[in-house]
């Protein structure tokens, strides 16, 4: 069965059915006609999906990774809060238990950044790192050090592999690693 990848044969298909009856189309129109039988606005929003799909490596058809959401253990609610959301900045997307009296488990997120933290004791390890790459490191900084959060005063580090760091650590032991690129010269 064909897909989106096969827009140009099936743009010259139709092209060479349509001209069996009499009717001509240009390349540009089929494109566009198959643009829409897909669902896209136009042939170069589709355009670029195929080209997309065409730098996956093999095996990889049909299928894209998306996301990925690092859960983390916590042990207090309050405290987890106090740290993510009062000191980092997050907000609460949702937060709930599987039945009443069951550990929490919720969503937290900033700027693009998705967390889930759990109390669930098989969900995650305490003690882990979670690497976060950023653009505007120095002002997430400059911003924690100015909230007065009397448990975690990061520092701006510079790692010898080239980037600018900013480790924060969770009352439970949990270690975010914020990292920038510093662009070669």
């Known amino acids: 069965m064909r897909d989106y990848r ?28 198959v643009s829409k039988q897909f669902g896209f606005d136009n042939w170069n929003i589709l355009a670029a999906k195929v080209t997309d799909a065409a730098k996956r490596p093999n095996g990889s058809e049909g299928m894209e990774f998306f996301a990925t959401i690092p859960v983390i253990r916590m042990f ?6 106090e740290f993510y959301v009062d000191f980092l900045g997050f907000t609460i997307d949702w937060e709930g238990h599987i039945f009443e009296g069951a550990p929490l488990y919720m969503q937290l997120s900033r700027d693009g950044l998705t967390l889930h933290l759990s109390e669930h004791h098989g969900d995650a390890a305490p003690g882990g790192t979670t690497v976060v790459r950023t653009t505007g490191i120095e002002k997430f900084h400059a911003e ?26 969770d009352p439970f032991g949990n270690r975010l690693r914020f990292e920038q690129e510093i662009p070669k010269k």
């Open 6 to 33: 096969d827009a140009k044969a099936m743009a010259q298909a139709l092209r060479d059915n349509l001209k069996n009856k009499n009717v001509t189309l240009s390349v540009a129109e089929s494109l566009e006609i």
């Open 76 to 81: 207090d609610v309050g405290k987890a809060k």
């Open 144 to 169: 924690l050090l100015g909230k007065d959060y009397k448990y975690n005063r990061p520092a701006l580090d510079i790692a010898p592999y080239g980037a600018k760091v900013m480790y924060t650590i």
